[in-house]
Nanobody, 125 residues
Framework: QLQLVESGGGLVQPGGSLSLSCTAS????????IGWFRQAPGKGREGVSC????????KYTDSVKGRFTISRDNAKNTVLLQMNNLKPEDTAVYYC??????????????????WGRGTQVTVSS
């Protein structure tokens, strides 16, 4: 079993930055790819970014390219999502999730078997 816990959410002004952290635990935590997803009120859950188990592959949805950066430290069982130049449309609950890889379906929630409980990110002036 893989357990995931998100932290780092909060309220930030447009143009500001936040860093989200996903801490993983379990027997084979560093075996899994980790993805970040978000869900805004009244909308479906969408894939934001994905990083492979070794960190050699990263993917981003188009709306966050150039603004968000995903990284991982397997020694600390942690995946970070650095979010810069935040926009009001980035407001959502952010979840991290575990899967077997960042393939062509990385952005699909159904591709992930393990989920954290989420952390709220609000971008507002």
């Amino acid at each position: 079993q893989l357990q995931l816990v998100e932290s780092g959410g909060g309220l930030v002004q447009p143009g500001g930055s936040l860093s989200l952290s996903c801490t993983a635990s379990g027997f084979t935590a560093d075996y899994y790819a980790i993805g970040w997803f978000r869900q805004a009120p009244g909308k479906g859950r969408e894939g934001v970014s994905c990083i492979s188990s070794t960190g050699s592959i990263t993917k981003y949805t188009d709306s966050v390219k150039g603004r968000f950066t995903i990284s991982r430290d397997n020694a600390k069982n942690t995946v970070l999502l650095q979010m810069n130049n935040l926009k009001p449309e980035d407001t959502a609950v952010y979840y991290c999730a575990g899967s077997l890889g960042c393939g062509s379906t990385w952005h699909l929630p159904s591709n992930n078997n393990y989920w954290g409980r989420g952390t709220q990110v609000t971008v507002s002036s």
